[in-house]
């Protein structure tokens, strides 16, 4: 544990209050040097993490600072960071804005998601700035605390992965709804439709934590069987492409700013 002082802008909005909460359980930080700013002034963390209301008192009091809040937010956001490292948790937002409205000269653009809440995001960041090598060790420990992390080669990386893993449970949200609605007008109960659809998502996900997916594939292929014949239309259809287009869409949205 360090003796840095950590601001979140926006950390009691899901993000930044799942985030926060991680570092204190996982003794990353101690409360003391937690500090908080909301609007509403209200906090329901543990004794010792300060509240403010003012934003720049939290950037003033602060050796980093986090903004968790969304990109509209931030074009109303009137900070001066000069001198202190701040890390933008924003999609759409590039590190060159960050400096140019707040002055810092250190910025790292990070991209959780929303499994934050059950400490299992991936989260891809980036650093804008000479940071020392155990600061950027810091920054890698600090998303460990919600899941896994890498730091990536260029901001570009950040844009395009808001769009994939950014999107967290989004892709298979959709997934499990549309093999759920397939069921139901093949005939399925709705309610076991659901069920079903649930148990492909969220039982093959944990599977595939531990397996390989080609593999996976191919051994299932190999059978030429039910799931083989599911699986060659799919890839007659050329879902790969169908993926990619959706990606790109997003990352589209993110490199042109939101």
Known sequence: MENRTLGIIGGTGWLGRAIAEALLDNGFIKPGHLLISNRSGISTFEPGVKLLS??????DLSDIVVLSIRPEQ???LQINARGKRVISLMAGVPAAAISAATGAD???????????EIRQSYTPWYCVGNLFERDRNWVQRLFECVGSADEVPDEDCIDYLSAMSGTGPAFPAMLQMALTNQAVAAGIPPAIAQRAAQGVVVGGGQMLARRDPRQMIESL???RGVTAAALQSMADQDIESIVGRAVKAGAEV????M
């Open 74 to 76: 931030f074009r109303k």
């Open 54 to 59: 003012d934003n720049q008192q939290l950037v």
């Open 221 to 223: 292929m190999a059978y």
């Open 254 to 257: 993110a490199r042109r700013g």
């Open 106 to 116: 250190e910025i790292v653009r990070a991209m959780p998601n929303a499994a934050v």
